[in-house]
């Protein structure tokens, strides 16, 4: 691994690393990787091809994302001819996927806070995409009742769904049991699909017109991984959710 890029932001260092081997590149901030990508720009992470396929499944053309990282999930949108934007808190985000992530320049980019942005904007997007952290957690903001609540109101009213990528260190993990419940308060359709058995993995939370979404797959193909890709689209599977106290 090399690193090409180091930056200092009030958010915490940024490190820009490249494989020898692929040559995909590598966003680590906080000591987690946010993003890593093909040359071209396209993911080489599972849950990212799992966003972008079920965002296909819903016919999603207009999408709202609420943070950035390397910004390969926007870039791998716009491809397919979507219209999307992008809001990030770190300005810092959006240099580097520019620079080094292939982000596009027709993407429309916001150096906001995503409730702040929600609460200033008025449009209504097709999807809502929530990929937002501070290190390995979901600022609690970005995941109250009360956040959910203010997305909800700029979907469109038929046919919007919201997307969470949610952390899960292990089985008993409740965290993506809790995003679902507090997503239940407000709508009454949600799923998650998850890969249970695996530590530090993705979970996605959704929730809208989410009922007929099956298991994803793998839809634009990276130059590099694509077969391990599959694989982990192939073990994801939508689950009931837990009920805690």
Request: proline share 4%.
């Amino acid at each position: 691994m090399i690193r090409i890029a180091k930056y200092h932001s009030d958010f915490g260092n940024i490190e820009v690393l490249r494989a020898k081997d692929t040559g995909a590149f590598i966003y680590r901030q906080g000591g987690c990787y946010q993003s890593e990508c093909d040359p071209d720009g396209v993911s080489v992470v599972p849950y990212i091809h799992a966003i972008f396929g079920l965002l296909a499944q819903m016919q999603a053309s207009d999408i709202l994302m609420i943070g950035c990282g390397g910004g390969s999930l926007g870039t791998m949108l716009h491809r397919a001819g979507a219209r999307v934007t992008i809001v990030d808190i770190n300005s810092s985000a959006f240099q580097i996927a520019h620079k080094y992530f292939g982000l596009p320049r027709e993407i429309d980019c916001h150096v906001a806070d995503g409730r702040d942005f929600l609460r200033a904007d008025r449009h209504r997007y097709d999807a809502i995409v929530l990929d937002a952290y501070s290190g390995r957690r979901i600022p609690d903001h970005l995941c109250a009742e009360t956040f959910f609540g203010l997305v909800q109101t700029r979907l469109r009213n038929s046919s919007g769904c919201l997307l969470a990528n949610v952390h899960a260190r292990h089985d008993l993990d409740m965290m993506p049991d809790r995003v679902a419940a507090k997503l239940n308060r407000v709508w009454a359709d949600v799923r998650l699909l998850d890969t249970r058995g695996l530590p530090d993995r993705n979970a996605l939370a959704m929730a809208g017109k989410v009922r007929d979404l099956v298991q994803p797959a793998l839809l634009m193909p990276p130059s590099v991984g694509a077969d391990e890709i599959e694989r982990d689209l192939s073990l994801l599977a939508f689950r009931p959710r837990r009920l805690y106290r």
